[in-house]
């Protein structure tokens, strides 16, 4: 195992609600809209 | 009457032409030289290259949309550029090659008031011996590269079911590429199809790069801000491996590669050989083959393009150390020195350097990352000097040129890490800006509530909503100049 593959095994985890949320239907659904305005804000920044 | 003449017909030479089309008045010319007859998302070609997409699906012909428009259009190779004209042609022109195959090969010249070289890169796969489809390795940077890699990819998926053990490398195949955020989402996109083939545990899936750390992506890295807490972009990425039981290979130069072997170089100096039965690499970019003649007819292609073949541009390319790099070394307006009616945008322009740290290992291999310059940057660009010459064709020529400097933009990434409505996800990335001002932001040279990630499933459907939306408006469809770049 060189450097790289050490500092992986290392890494956080994600616990398993972390994981299920990342797939549940309401939590994305409300992800998706939060990730939209984000980058509504960064494309206009750009646009000014 | 004007002629603006836009050299490539990607993101953001597409980009300038139709935003020229639609300010200019038909009085004025667009003409637009692109050697390929298709737009293509390349965003998506991940896809096709797992085999979830077709090529037409990510690509369409430009023609249909050229001549609806308005926008005159040449299939041909830009080949040379005469910014001061010569003896023969009083105005400025470009000479061009045809590869429309009912003229192909036949040369042309086109004059031209504005310039616009959006020519995108070349893809260098000779910089690597045995690299690329001529070669040992496939690729994902063409719908057709990526087609060729999802049939490799069903054989080796097939072999895994017969329960041999195989070896699936991915990553860049040099160490001044870039592009590592593609080579990212094709090794996630990979994982996750031989997990849904239900063969992950007897594949070993090895991500292979040049880039310092994980989560560098050629950007340096960043700082996300997250639930009010901070953490690196190293961090965040090397979780993601971990879960997903990706290996790693990181200050990676790749030396050449023998069927079946790649042989690679790190920063250490030490050297490694690899073997592999399934191996997509990204080729590192040049320029593309671009020359420029004065009046006289001397050569001045040195003059107006750096050795990588990259146009410059409004950049300060004096050589100086990682320290004293600056945001405002970067362009802003991408006019060319000496002529302000010729641009160079996307990929085609010549960065002032990288923004990851450059390295050389102690045998003097250069294993430095290249600046990404795709996606969203290179539409606004696109779209900024379209705003330029707009104001300058329309008399306005006291007025600022517009200015999208990669310093004081930002960009949203949406990184697929695996396809499907219920059972895709994706790292949703923002960051701001992309060229780091470490005097604006001390510390970690960006803003902390403006560089975010996320991962999930709701980025994936992001990605798939950005693939439609994009397309819709490349194809110039009603309303398409609402959609952001």
């Known amino acids: 195992m060189d450097d790289a593959d050490a500092s992986i095994a290392q890494a956080p985890v994600p616990t398993p609600k972390a994981v299920r949320a990342r797939t549940n239907l309401v939590v994305q659904a409300w992800r998706f809209t939060a990730i939209n305005l984000r980058m509504l804000k960064m494309v206009r920044k750009d646009h000014h | 009457m004007a ?7 990607g993101i953001s030479g597409h980009t300038a032409a139709l935003h020229l089309r639609r300010k200019l008045d038909k009085v004025h010319q667009v003409v637009v030289v692109s050697p390929n007859s298709k737009w293509n998302w390349i965003p998506s ?76 890169p070349k893809l260098n796969f000779a910089a690597t ?24 990819l069903a054989q080796v998926i097939e072999r895994l ?27 996630f996109n990979v994982e996750h199809e ?28 960043m700082t996300f801000s997250h639930k009010g807490v901070q953490t690196t972009s190293k961090t965040w990425t090397e979780s993601l491996f971990r879960e997903r039981g990706v290996r790693a290979i990181l200050q990676a130069h790749v030396e050449r590669i023998e069927p079946g ?60 150390p990682y320290a004293k790099w600056r945001a405002e070394d970067w362009p802003s307006t991408y006019r060319t020195p000496g002529y302000p009616n010729v641009f160079g945008i996307g990929i085609a322009f010549a960065p002032p350097h990288q923004i990851s740290q450059p390295h050389t290992s102690p045998n003097g291999t250069l294993i430095a ?12 660009m696109g779209r900024t000097v379209a705003q330029t010459i707009t104001d300058l064709v329309q008399g306005r020529s006291n007025a600022h040129p517009h200015t999208a400097s990669m310093a004081a933009m930002g960009a949203a990434c949406v990184a697929s890490a695996g396809t499907g409505i219920r059972r895709g996800t994706a790292a ?18 960006r803003s902390a509530t403006d560089t975010t990630g996320e991962i999930g499933l709701a980025a994936h459907w992001i990605k798939a909503v950005l693939h439609h939306l994009f397309i819709y408006k490349a194809k110039a469809r009603p309303g398409w100049f609402l959609i952001p770049e």
Request: aromatic share 10%.
């Open chain 2, 3 to 9: 002629r603006v003449v836009v050299l490539g017909a």
């Open chain 2, 45 to 120: 070609n991940i896809w096709v290259g797992v085999g979830k997409m077709t090529t037409a699906q990510v690509s369409f012909p430009l023609a249909p949309i050229y001549r609806r428009t308005g926008i005159e259009f040449h299939q041909a190779l830009g080949v040379a550029i005469h910014p001061e004209g010569d003896n023969d042609h009083a105005r400025p022109y470009v000479e061009i090659t045809y590869t429309d195959p009912t003229r192909s090969g036949q040369t042309d010249s086109l004059d031209y008031d504005y310039l616009i070289n959006a020519t995108g």
């Open chain 2, 129 to 152: 011996p045995g690299l690329g489809p001529d070669g040992n390795t496939v690729s994902v940077c063409t719908p057709g590269h990526a087609v060729a890699a999802a049939a490799d």
């Open chain 2, 161 to 187: 079911k017969q329960g041999q053990r195989q070896t699936l490398v991915i990553g860049v195949g040099h160490g001044t590429c870039t592009c590592e955020g593609a080579a990212f989402e094709y090794t």
């Open chain 2, 194 to 221: 031989l997990r849904q083939a239900g063969v992950r545990d007897l594949a070993d899936v090895v991500y292979l790069t040049n880039e310092e750390a994980l989560g560098d992506f050629g950007v340096g890295g």
């Open chain 2, 261 to 320: 072997v790649i042989h690679y170089e790190q920063l250490d100096g030490t050297h490694g050989a690899l073997p592999f039965d399934f191996a997509m690499l990204l080729p590192p970019f040049r320029g593309a083959d671009l020359s420029a003649f004065d009046a006289s007819g001397s050569d001045i292609t040195s003059e107006m393009f750096a050795p990588s073949g990259f146009m410059k541009v409004d950049a300060d390319y004096t050589t100086k």
């Open chain 2, 369 to 380: 990352p290249a600046p990404p310059r795709t996606g969203m940057p290179s539409g606004v």
């Open chain 2, 428 to 445: 949703a990335m923002t960051m701001y800006p992309v060229v780091p001002d470490y005097e604006k932001y001390p510390g970690t040279g």
